[in-house]
């Protein structure tokens, strides 16, 4: 299918990006965790786990795209999926970001894990809608999509990171005082 083939390039350059962001998520979160300040499973639920999550999406809709797929028909009915299952996690993530009383999120938490994802994967919803009538307008959709992810969890694993470096440093475990 030319269409698909003629974005090759990019989703082998996001999507390798993704994975490499996978990997280095995991390491920084392993350095985290060997820092005994900082013990809150509701935390990581609400603001780490979302960007690998975020990172996955952008591998899997670059594994999709790559695929040999005869019509858009296919993909497209993945990528609604895709688009729905997220606005369904969107709002599990608002939730948690609730529910966990470790910090109180700020509208840039908001923007950047409730908001634009959800914005994201509306796009790859309505994505797989326009394929019907614009095979080229719904590759753009999910390019969009795919692009909105990928800074997205790049913004929110950096916070977390400079969270941890510049707020959290010398800050003592929950329900312990430093001495």
């Given amino acids: 299918m030319t269409q698909l083939t003629e974005w090759e390039t990019f989703y082998v350059i996001v999507g390798s990006s993704a994975g490499a962001l996978i990997g280095l998520q995991f390491v920084v979160l392993t350095l985290i965790a060997e820092r005994p300040s900082f013990r809150d499973p509701e935390v990581g639920a609400a603001f780490a786990t979302p960007s690998v999550v975020h990172f996955a999406v952008v591998l899997l809709l670059s594994a999709i795209v790559s695929a040999p797929w005869h019509t858009i028909g296919g993909v497209a009915v993945v990528w609604g ?3 729905l299952g997220g606005v369904v996690y969107s709002v599990v993530v608002a939730r948690r970001m609730r529910a ?33 009538s614009s095979e080229r307008s719904a590759l753009f959709l999910v390019g969009a999509g795919t692009v909105v992810f990928l800074f997205v969890g ?23 005082r430093k001495q």
């Avoid at 910090?103 to 797989?128: C, G, K, S």
């Fill in 81 to 83: 999926l895709v688009g």
């Fill in 100 to 132: 966990q009383t470790a910090y109180r999120p700020v509208f840039e938490d908001w923007l950047f894990h409730v908001l634009l994802p959800l914005a994201a994967y509306a796009i790859l919803t309505v994505a797989a809608y326009t394929s019907r």
């Fill in 154 to 176: 790049i913004h929110n694993a950096w916070d977390a990171v400079t969270y941890h470096v510049f707020h959290r440093k010398g800050t003592p475990a929950k329900g312990k």
